[in-house]
């Protein structure tokens, strides 16, 4: 290890945590990743090597089979992950948003019937708000659950479900009635779950296909379309529609803690592997690393790398330590976003030409860090959030 993105104040355990994933990232992960990534595969072994060392219940509390770890000892192994392939940190995020609903916001019942599961798993969670017709305005969703005797009755899409042909649980916000004067108080979020897989995988329940993409393959992403799919009143979660809303916000703000921790963990190896090929490559015979131009590079990411893991670990011990954290974290996953995009770029230019190769690890981080910049809520935002915080905090009196 280096001495960029060290963390003060963690404990053996903890810092065991971590020795064993950074260990994991780098024999079974990085060597793959490349050859996972141009296939788009979908990487059984290696979530099979997660599940085996407990990661899918990091977080999910002792009594309910899980490590009980903090959301820092998970935001660090993240970081530790995503340094190997982002990918692989995406299978384990929405799992966890879905695991901390159930565990913040369910029933006992619902908490007792699948964070067991979800500890080893055997169940894997994916969580679904956006719709093809509206991104980050939520209260625009068209989905809706209409009340049918005992249960109620689901018409709708929705779109940009990570794992959602993988995950056999999905945590996703509806429209229901409930009579209130707001909109955010007539969503209600619902357990929904399925098998694994693609077409109709329930009855009044199909998941089309995989969405292409530019980058962040491998992981699954899909849309999600509801005709007529029927859930009882017990899927609600917590037991009460209306909360929906509510719910999935403080699911996302600690899925934004994580997606600040994919970009430390991109924008780490990136530095990684600039400080590599400039102390490898020559020209006008010399190293490129003692070139002053490639030097101020290798400066300006190295703080950035720092600066962005400084933020995600604040954030994360905001909450941890039970206070209100929806400014920093908004604040890590602004900047870890933009930093982990600036020193990817900064890594591709040192690299020349080579960056341009498929054989080259670095052209695979440039196209999976644009990802970061619109993931749990865009760069906008992101800065939105922190706007309208900074204004509650520093308001004049009156």
């Known amino acids: 290890m280096g001495r960029l993105a060290q963390t003060d104040g963690l404990t053996d355990v903890q810092r065991e945590i971590l020795r064993t994933v950074r260990e994991f990232a780098d024999k079974e992960i990085l060597p793959v990743a490349q050859r996972l990534e141009r296939e788009d595969a979908y ?11 407990g990661l899918f219940g990091l977080t999910i509390p002792e009594e309910y089979g899980g490590l009980g770890e903090s959301l820092l000892t998970y935001a660090l192994a993240v970081e530790e992950i995503a340094r190997g392939w982002m990918s692989v940190s995406g299978i384990v995020n929405t799992h966890f948003i879905v695991a901390y609903m159930i565990m913040k916001h369910g029933t006992e019942e619902q908490r007792r019937h ?6 080893t798993g055997e169940v894997r969670g994916a969580f679904s708000m956006s719709e093809p017709g ?21 018409d709708g899409q929705k779109m940009w479900l990570t794992n959602g042909g993988t995950a056999n649980l999905v945590a996703v916000l509806v429209k229901t009635d409930e009579g209130a004067d707001s909109v955010y108080r007539n969503m209600t979020t619902f357990l929904v779950e399925k098998e694994p897989g693609y077409g109709e995988v329930e009855p009044g329940l199909t998941i089309p296909g995989k969405i292409s993409k530019m980058g962040y393959k491998g992981v699954d992403t899909t849309e999600m379309v509801f005709d007529g799919y029927r859930a009882p009143a017990s899927q609600v979660l917590g037991g009460t529609p209306g909360r929906g809303f509510y ?21 780490l190896r990136a530095f990684e ?28 990411m190295a703080t950035k790398v720092e600066a962005a893991h400084q933020m995600m670990v604040m954030a994360a011990r905001k909450k941890d330590a039970g206070q209100r954290n929806d400014l920093e974290a908004g604040m ?7 930093y982990c995009r600036d020193v990817v770029e900064e890594s591709f230019r040192i690299h020349g030409g080579y960056a341009y190769s498929t054989e080259y690890e670095i052209e695979r981080l440039y196209r999976e860090a644009p990802m970061l910049l619109i993931g749990e809520g865009t760069a906008d935002i992101q800065r939105m959030i922190i706007g309208r915080r900074l204004l509650e905090e520093y308001g004049l009196p009156g």
């Open 43 to 53: 990487p059984q072994e290696i979530v099979e090597g997660m599940r085996e060392m």
């Open 114 to 119: 699948y964070l067991p599961r979800m500890a």
């Open 247 to 267: 719910q999935m916000m403080d699911g996302v703000e600690v899925g934004r803690v994580n997606v600040a921790a994919r970009g430390c963990g991109v924008a």
């Open 332 to 338: 890590a996953k602004y900047l870890a976003s933009e």
């Open 134 to 154: 509206c991104g980050s305005d939520v209260s625009a969703i068209t989905t809706r659950a209409a009340r049918d005797g005992d249960g109620y009755v689901i």
């Open 273 to 300: 592997l600039a400080v590599r090929y400039a102390q490898e490559r020559r020209t006008f015979g010399k190293r490129i690393a003692e070139h002053q131009a490639v030097q101020f590079r290798l400066a300006d």
